[in-house]
């Protein structure tokens, strides 16, 4: 998958980083990749500091890694997935937008501001959460996601990626913001609910989507159509077959009783 990479100032000339730096710049999640459930992290809208299992509370979620002084790339990334979110016609209460912050001198009340001025009135505000140092490198780590400081601009490079986790934490799909639609959100939140979340339709769905992690897309897989369809109309045929089955057997009971 392609990498945005972000940069705070003004003129990214002034940017001391090499391509090997930013060839370190990737999302590269290790076997079973799964978020602290532990770890502590403050809610910038209330300035409350609990664990981020405590902000899933056994949901699903997109979790958005973000630079909230940047105005380049995060800022479309965060207005992406909220569109995204909203279109999914899911209900707030199974799941939520978490955008975390990658910079430690961000404190909370920097994100607030940043976040509100960038939300507006849109229903269904994100969650905002900001961490210590040793925090989002640990959180960073456990999702294999790498990014590098760039002390000449103050700034961060980082994968424009947005991160999907299982109630219990787990890492389940890595979306692109810039290009994600609601249909993609929904299906990538019903494969993390694990059928609480989501319809029944939602999960029939995923027999004809495959995620495309080249892509960080669903697209349709029309090997899976072709067999659902085919199943479909196999078991309408022998339902039909079946009915007429029985008519036919009843006709003949009712013929015998009239003899």
């Not at 980082?158 to 929904?186: I, K, N, Q, Y």
Request: some cysteine; charged content about 20%; hydrophobic content about 45%.
């Amino acid at each position: 998958m392609a990498l945005l990479t972000t940069l705070a100032a003004p003129d990214s000339a002034q940017a001391r980083l090499v391509k090997a730096d930013l060839d370190r710049v990737a999302v590269t999640p290790p076997p079973d990749a799964r978020a602290p459930l532990d770890l502590p992290v403050t809610d910038a809208a209330t300035g409350e500091t609990g664990t981020l299992g405590a902000v899933l509370a056994g949901r699903p979620a997109l979790l958005l890694p973000v630079d909230y002084t940047c105005g380049n790339v995060c800022d479309p990334m965060i207005g992406q997935s909220g569109d995204a979110l909203g279109t999914t016609g899911l209900d707030p209460a199974e799941c939520r937008l978490i955008l975390f912050g990658l910079d430690p001198k961000d404190d909370a009340a920097i994100a607030r501001r940043r976040v509100a001025d960038l939300w507006g009135d849109r229903p269904g505000a994100p969650v905002v959460l900001v961490a210590g140092p040793a925090g989002i490198a640990r959180l960073t780590a456990a999702l294999g996601y790498r990014y590098v400081y760039d002390a000449g601009t103050d700034s961060y490079a980082h994968p424009a990626e947005a991160l999907v986790l299982a109630g219990d934490g787990r890492l389940t799909r890595v979306l692109s913001p810039l290009a994600l639609s609601g249909r993609d959100l929904r299906l990538a939140l019903t494969e993390a609910g694990e059928g609480k979340v989501g319809a029944l339709t939602d999960r029939l769905a995923l027999l004809c989507y495959g995620y495309d992690a080249a892509k960080g897309l669903y697209t349709p897989l029309v090997g899976r159509i072709l067999t659902v369809a085919g199943a479909t109309t196999v078991a309408a045929i022998a339902l039909l077959l079946l009915a007429l089955t029985r008519i036919r057997r009843r006709q003949e009971r009712a013929a015998v009783r009239a003899d």
